[in-house]
């Protein structure tokens, strides 16, 4: 979570992965960084769901 909105995470082509917030009300999703899956798991952790 982040400012009290949940954020999203999707890996792209085993390269990258995207952090994201959806807004169902308006129907907007907000990308909110992009990070090459090494420099993602340096900034926020390892998660094996």
Same mark, same amino acid.
């Given at each position: 979570m982040r400012g009290g909105s949940i954020i999203y995470r999707i890996? &792209?082509? !085993?390269?990258?992965?995207?952090?994201?917030?959806? %807004?169902?009300? %308006? !129907? &907007?999703?907000k990308v909110h960084d992009i990070f090459t899956i090494e420099q993602a798991h340096k900034k926020y952790g390892y998660y094996s769901g």
């Open positions: 890996h &792209i082509s !085993r390269t990258y992965t995207a952090f994201y917030s959806v %807004n169902d009300e %308006n !129907r &907007i999703v």
